[in-house]
């Protein structure tokens, strides 16, 4: 069974460019969240999907970033336009459901360079 | 607020050697403690999960324990080897909740 798979796998940008990450979680995994790690830090939540309803996205900044799960299925992670501060690895991860009992699968992550 | 708190922030030790990873917590209340492993360029994986009444659980080379009366956790890793050069993350679950609070890491190096 294949695991959470995104794209690019890395992207250079200049500033103020916009960008876009592509998620494509577990078949049948319901809940979706996106990561932002920063070198020598642990993983931070940016939002996460129950099927297609984002229920928290209270960490997306969202004067720059905005996400969309169509279908409840993969989604999209967009920054526009990016800053410096945004170089990071954006991370992906699924899990069958949102109880804490459940394991959340990550895939290998997007790293992001703003220059 | 919910903390995670990992030392040493990083570790090199010799191959074959044994180490001991530390976890301290303040999520409350809490479910789960889970041990991930990242290696550099790829996304986290589960090593272990310890729920409250679980005080020990391994994982090949891999031992948590967990003590939830103090919330300390540790990973010790026994017979080190070059694969196990990574960065070890300690992730506490509150009850009743999916979000994850995860701790920075502790970066180990296996030195041959």
């Known amino acids: 069974e294949a695991g959470v798979v995104q794209s690019p796998r890395y992207k250079i940008i200049e500033k103020k460019q916009p960008v876009a990450f592509w998620c494509n979680p577990i078949?049948?995994?319901?809940?979706l969240y996106w990561y932002l790690q920063n070198l020598g830090q642990g993983p931070e939540l940016l939002i996460r999907y129950e099927n297609e309803e984002a229920v928290d996205d209270s960490q997306l900044p969202k004067d720059r970033f905005s996400a969309e799960r169509l279908k409840g299925v993969d989604s999209t992670l967009k920054i526009q336009p990016a800053e410096l501060g945004d170089s990071a690895v954006y991370l992906c991860?699924?899990?069958?459901?949102?109880?804490?009992?459940?394991?959340?699968?990550f895939g290998p992550g997007t790293r992001l360079t703003v220059t | 607020k919910n903390q995670v708190e990992q030392s040493p922030q990083s570790l090199i030790i010799l191959e074959g050697k044994n180490c001991t990873l530390q976890?301290?917590?303040?999520?409350?209340?809490?479910?789960?403690l889970r041990w991930y492993k990242q290696d550099t360029g790829r996304g986290p994986v589960s090593l272990t999960i310890?729920?409250?009444?679980?005080n020990t659980k391994s994982n090949g080379r891999y031992t948590a324990t967990l003590d939830a009366d103090t919330k300390q956790s540790s990973l010790h890793i026994t017979a080190s080897q070059l694969s196990d050069s990574a960065s070890y993350i300690c992730v506490v679950s509150e009850s009743g909740y999916s979000t994850l609070t995860f701790g920075k890491g502790t970066m180990l190096l296996v030195s041959p």
């Open positions: 991860a699924s899990s069958p459901g949102q109880s804490p009992v459940y394991e959340q699968y």
């Open positions: 078949s049948g995994h319901n809940t």
């Open positions: 976890c301290n917590y303040t999520v409350s209340p809490f479910s789960n």
């Open positions: 310890m729920t409250f009444s679980e």
